[in-house]
């Protein structure tokens, strides 16, 4: 089980991820991807300053803040990895703030 949290507050933004979607190659590998494209956009953007980043096997982590486009990229991401879960329970659990 993949375990993802993603919260915000005082225009901070934050997304984790722990685990591994065992048994099914298709969830980690999404989860990986979501983790990986988020580090790297939201990285190379002037706007957004990085707060702290973490990648290691079966861990990820990293907070940011950057005012309404950093809204925006937590607010994608969130909806991305709560998407994930619904679609798939078993291998993937979310626990955040996301707008619906």
């Known amino acids: 089980m993949t375990y993802v949290t993603?919260?915000?507050?005082?225009?901070?933004?934050?997304?984790?991820?722990?685990?591994?979607?065992t048994g099914s190659p298709e969830c980690c590998a999404a989860v990986s991807a979501l983790a990986c494209t988020l580090a790297g956009y939201a990285g190379r953007d002037p706007?957004?300053?990085?707060?702290?980043?973490?990648?290691?096997?079966g861990r990820f982590g990293f907070s940011f803040s950057g005012?309404?486009?950093?809204?925006?990229i937590f607010g994608a991401f969130a909806f991305g990895f709560c998407a994930l879960?619904?679609?798939?329970?078993?291998?993937?659990?979310?626990d955040g703030d996301v707008d619906q």
């Open 85 to 94: 879960a619904r679609a798939f329970p078993l291998f993937v659990s979310f």
């Open 6 to 21: 993603a919260k915000k507050e005082n225009g901070i933004y934050r997304i984790s991820a722990r685990g591994h979607a």
């Open 47 to 57: 706007e957004i300053k990085v707060l702290s980043k973490s990648v290691a096997p």
């Open 67 to 72: 005012g309404e486009r950093a809204r925006l």
